[in-house]
């Protein structure tokens, strides 16, 4: 199995800042890498897919990038809204297996 | 409006069964594989199993694997999860979320609120 590793687990952030959140893959998974947000008591959202790639709908603050095993989202200007975890997600193989979250927090 | 919503959760005791179910509409049903994912109350996302768009593939994780099957019919847009030989680590909210390989590689673009299944005694 394709182990997630996600970090930090937590962070705490100021609107405006920038935040960033690493996701390491235990094995190749060919950018098969997807991100989501998560509110609490709200389904997960899809922001990313294929490791870069912006789910429509979503605003153009969040990134996503990738270096061999490691992928980063990255928040460029945090907003209000954006307080919530988030999740990285492997669609390469089976089992699909999830990071263990990150909770961005207000500072 | 394009949603998928489930049901069928609830209290069971353990060793007891569940079937839980989920209704798609405004899309083309039949063109997505479906998942189901569960969240344990203060714990992260879980992937229990999947199905392909003719249910010609299956995959579930080891943890339900021989006592959950999922299934699907494409008539009634509907997806399906039975759950037998329940354990208290079953206890979760399970959410219904399609997937498509070409346009997001198999990324669950869409998710249903969830149905809360609780086993205990």
């Known amino acids: 199995d394709i182990q997630m590793t996600q970090s930090p687990s937590s962070l705490s952030a100021s609107v405006g800042d920038r935040v960033t959140i690493t996701c390491r893959a235990s094995?190749?998974?060919?950018?098969?890498l997807n991100w989501y947000q998560q509110k609490p008591g709200k389904a997960p959202k899809l922001l990313i897919y294929?490791?870069?790639s912006l789910q429509r709908g979503v605003p153009s603050r969040f990134s996503g990038s990738e270096s061999g095993t490691d992928f980063t989202l990255t928040i460029s200007s945090l907003q209000p809204e954006d307080f919530a975890t988030y999740y990285c997600?492997?669609?390469?193989?089976?089992?699909?297996?999830f990071g263990q979250g990150t909770k961005v927090e207000i500072k | 409006e394009v949603q998928v919503v489930e049901s069928g959760g609830g209290l069971v005791k353990p060793g007891g069964s569940l079937r839980l179910s989920c209704a798609a509409s405004?899309?083309?049903?039949?063109?997505?594989?479906m998942n189901w994912v569960r969240q344990a109350p203060g714990k992260g996302l879980e992937w229990v199993s999947s199905?392909?768009?003719?249910?010609?593939?299956?995959y579930y994780a080891d943890s339900v694997k021989g006592r959950f099957t999922i299934s699907r019919d494409n008539a009634k847009n509907s997806l399906y999860l039975q759950m037998n030989s329940l354990k208290a680590e079953d206890t979760a909210v399970y959410h219904c979320?399609?997937?498509?390989?070409?346009?997001?590689?198999?990324?669950?673009?869409?998710w249903g609120q969830g149905t809360m299944v609780t086993v205990s005694s």
């Open positions: 979320a399609r997937s498509d390989f070409t346009l997001t590689q198999d990324a669950f673009d869409m």
């Open positions: 405004g899309f083309t049903f039949t063109s997505y594989s």
């Open positions: 199905i392909s768009s003719s249910s010609s593939y299956i």
């Open positions: 294929a490791a870069s």
């Open positions: 997600q492997q669609s390469y193989s089976t089992p699909r297996t």
């Open positions: 094995d190749s998974i060919n950018r098969y």
